[in-house]
């Protein structure tokens, strides 16, 4: 059993993940910031910690993660203003890690999106450019630290019911990716020490999820 913390709690990929490491033996603890979003996450069997991760500095996450196995990135701000995004998706990303390591949590799973890098692509002028960067940066921070991470670049989102089968890669073509195959893939890479320091882009597919994160 492992004690997790999931950022970003009341997230669609964080609600369907939580019962799932609950069922598995593990004791979550899923932070949010609205306190109306408690019994949300609470009748996942996960407790609910109310947390500012945004305007959190690093001293003050690392307390709140102190004492945990992994930790599980899964906040966004679900496409706000440029300056919002940079503070969620990069800034506090990137505090979050540096609290892991300060607090002794190396496990640190990010949640990223198929694509993201310097050749993402997205021009200055779309909107969705400062969440590209934003995720851009926050992962080559994670690379770059000691933590034992695995950074998770599912496709579009979609509220399809899980199949558990992916297939990885990038793809030219369609990347519709199930929220409930998301949440299964995090579960199982956090069982799976062979996916630490790795990217694993992927889309629904053909090849169960436990043989596909294998590479």
């Known amino acids: 059993m492992s004690d997790i913390l999931i950022i970003g709690g009341h997230g669609k990929v964080a609600l369907r993940l939580a019962p799932l490491l609950v ?3 593990h004791q979550v603890t899923s932070v949010i910031r609205n306190p109306d979003h408690g019994a949300d996450v609470e009748a996942t069997g996960a407790t609910a910690l109310l947390f500012d991760i945004e305007s959190a500095d690093t001293a003050a996450i690392a307390d709140i993660i102190r004492g945990q196995d992994a930790l599980v990135w ?17 800034d506090a990303a990137i505090r979050s890690m540096e609290a892991a390591h300060a607090a002794g949590v190396p496990r640190y799973v990010m949640v990223s999106y198929i694509g993201a890098g310097p050749d993402h692509g997205v021009p200055r002028d779309n909107p969705f450019f400062a969440y590209a960067d934003a ?15 695995t950074i998770l670049g599912p496709g579009t989102l979609t509220v399809e019911p899980p199949s558990g089968r992916i297939d990885v890669g990038r793809f030219s073509d369609g990347t519709n ?33 436990e043989q596909a994160i294998l590479g």
């Open 135 to 149: 995720k851009t940066a926050a992962d080559a921070h994670l690379r770059g630290s000691e933590l034992d991470y």
């Open 23 to 25: 069922q598995a033996g």
């Open 74 to 90: 899964s906040a966004g701000a679900g496409g706000g203003s440029p300056e919002r995004t940079y503070a969620v998706d990069r």
């Open 177 to 209: 990716t199930s929220r409930d195959n998301v949440a299964q893939v995090i579960a199982a890479v956090l069982e799976e020490p062979a996916t630490i320091g790795r990217t694993i882009d992927f889309r629904d597919g053909q090849t169960p999820i």
